[in-house]
């Protein structure tokens, strides 16, 4: 049978990936809906290649703009744009297979929808599980569906639990995350008072998006992949923790407590960890993997500085609060890391000002998707508060 896929965010990287590994397996896979945000050409342009049966523009002034290119590039398909089109979308019967690669909060609702309905969730959106973690998990019990993780560290941890012949308890594990430490490895506080947006430029180009490169150096991107690993796996918060191996040749380490079984580790591109999601529970090419470890003996590993990265330590403490905790976390992370950039905020006064913002609201229960809106709202505004007073 071929499985239907609606990739929604079919113009970033991750909707990159997963469409040329559609096109490589056409007998088995199609691309049902198309969705991106605003880039009209490329959404028409990747729709006049794989033909959907619905192409979604986000922005709705855009979609008199898409449906004009897609009539003169001879593309017959049904056209819609806005968040609830994308969210019918996704629960229709039209596809089985969901992509959620939607940066930020916006895709947030099309994945709880699509996991009511019994989708197969392939989840490359952080902020569906650091946010709405505990809607995410209901919504996956009330439809029965699976999710497989596209993030390269959580798709590692996914390979190993996977592995029937480890025989991993979900219950006696201990999970580490493996990052690099960033360009500022090694270095301490009192070397970061100064550093500004273009040390990150000098240090690692401009080959990714800003903030990205902002949460990397400041150790946020591991705590967003721990808050993340949490609600994916069900592992509580101290059996979970942050390893840095420098070359960055390790995406995870599984390992049974107290010795309950062997240490596994798993190293994959991120084609490797879409492809494998994608044509999953058969075992994708491995053209793409990194050669598989067996013990960590032959790797460096450190732990990281929390006193100099503070903002992983913030991470921690947010999971460990509970509630909506997470949700202020992240929301006042994006004011700080965008007041960095523009040269509002030093390096190390992100983490103070999320601190701030954390204790300013303390957390409260998870109760559904608007309150979380409206809780986001609050923390971004108390975060812009925070940085007007500081000034």
Not at 26 to 54: I, K, M
């Amino acid at each position: 049978m071929v499985r239907s896929v609606a990739v929604i965010g079919a113009t970033g990287s991750v909707g990159a990936t997963a469409l040329q590994v559609i096109g490589d397996h056409p007998d088995r896979l199609r691309a049902g809906v198309l969705a991106a945000h605003r880039s009209v050409e490329a959404l028409a342009a990747l729709c006049a290649r794989h033909q959907p049966d619905v192409a979604i523009i986000g922005d709705q002034t855009l979609e008199a703009s898409l449906a004009r290119r897609l009539a003169a590039a001879g593309v017959r398909c049904d056209i819609a744009s806005g968040a609830d089109a994308i969210t019918q979308a996704t629960m229709s019967d039209g596809c089985n297979t969901l992509i959620a690669a939607i940066a930020g909060g916006a895709g947030i609702a099309s994945t709880l929808g699509a996991a009511r309905v019994g989708k197969r969730l392939l989840l490359a959106n952080t902020e569906s599980t650091v946010i709405a973690g505990p809607l995410l998990a209901q919504a996956l019990g009330q439809g029965g569906g699976q999710l497989i993780p596209l993030n390269r560290r959580q798709n590692a941890i996914f390979q190993c639990l996977s592995d029937d012949s480890l025989n991993l308890n979900a219950d006696r594990l201990r999970l580490s995350l493996v990052g690099s430490g960033g360009v500022f490895r090694g270095r301490h506080r009192s070397d970061l008072m100064t550093v500004g947006p273009e040390d990150l430029r000098m240090s690692v180009g401009n080959a990714r998006k800003p903030q990205v490169l902002v949460n990397a150096a400041s150790l946020m991107d591991l705590g967003l992949d721990l808050i993340e690993a949490h609600h994916l796996f069900r592992v509580p918060p101290d059996q979970l923790e942050i390893l840095l191996q420098p070359e960055d040749r390790v995406q995870a380490v599984v390992a049974g407590v107290s010795g309950s079984a062997p240490v596994q580790l798993r190293a994959l591109d991120a084609h490797a960890a879409i492809s494998s999601a994608l044509l999953w529970p058969e075992r994708a090419d491995k053209a793409g993997w990194l050669p598989e470890l067996s013990s960590p003996a032959a790797l460096a590993f450190e732990k990281p500085d929390m006193g100099t990265f503070r903002c992983l330590a913030l991470a921690l403490q947010a999971l460990q609060a509970g509630g909506d905790a997470t949700t202020i976390l992240n929301a006042a992370n994006d004011v700080a890391v965008a007041a960095f950039l523009a040269g509002a905020l030093p390096f190390l006064s992100i983490a103070d000002l999320i601190e701030q913002v954390l204790t300013e609201l303390p957390p409260q229960p998870v109760v559904d998707i608007q309150t979380l809106s409206e809780r986001d709202r609050t923390a971004r505004e108390a975060a812009r508060r925070v940085l007007r007073n500081a000034c």
